[in-house]
């Protein structure tokens, strides 16, 4: 199987809604069919903050990483991470979850936000998701916090993202 890694394109917008709209109802998923919606990846391949996964031609998994106020109000976060990430939107289509992709994709974000000047990464993950709880847990992302927004309790999750040493 060969994967790839980039930058959402505007031509992958339907097949990202696709993917999310697939997710709907699954296991500790929290979206509907108000969100995550065609504004939103638009909005995040405009400000080249979209990720997508291809097996060969097909997209398998997307994820958004970028700059982002919403999550600024909660007091949670650490404040030794002066600029911060915020990741969200990840999804991995049923047939391939449990196949790591998830981890991968989260690992390849975290170096390529580095390069973008990010010294960290949150986010909030539903409490009623454990798979992505555990992912979360392996790759050393900390609770710092709890929320509730959009009438779903929240986990607040964080992690420092180090220099790499040349």
């Known amino acids: 199987m060969s994967r790839t890694i980039k930058m959402a ?4 917008e339907k097949e990202i809604l696709k993917i999310y709209h697939s997710l709907i109802g699954t296991f500790g998923c929290t979206w509907n069919k108000y969100y995550p919606t065609i504004e939103d990846i638009k909005k995040d391949i405009e400000n080249k903050s979209m990720y997508i996964v291809c097996n060969e031609d097909k997209i398998i ?3 958004s990483a970028g700059k982002d106020t919403e999550l600024e109000k909660l007091k949670c976060w650490n404040r030794n991470i002066k600029n911060p990430c915020d990741l969200h ?3 991995v289509l049923k047939e391939f979850q449990n196949k790591g992709i998830a981890k ?6 975290e170096n390529d936000v580095k390069k973008r000047g ?3 990464i949150r986010f909030l993950v539903s409490k009623t998701n454990p798979p992505a709880l555990a992912i979360y847990n392996k790759l050393g992302y ?7 927004m959009y009438d779903i309790n929240w986990f607040c999750y964080e992690k420092k993202l180090e220099k790499r040493e040349l």
Do not use: H, P, S
């Open 142 to 148: 900390k609770k710092c916090g709890e929320t509730n």
């Open 9 to 12: 394109t505007n031509e992958n």
């Open 104 to 109: 991968e994709l989260v690992r390849y974000i």
């Open 89 to 91: 939107r990840i999804g």
């Open 61 to 63: 998994a997307v994820a």
């Open 118 to 120: 990010f010294d960290g």
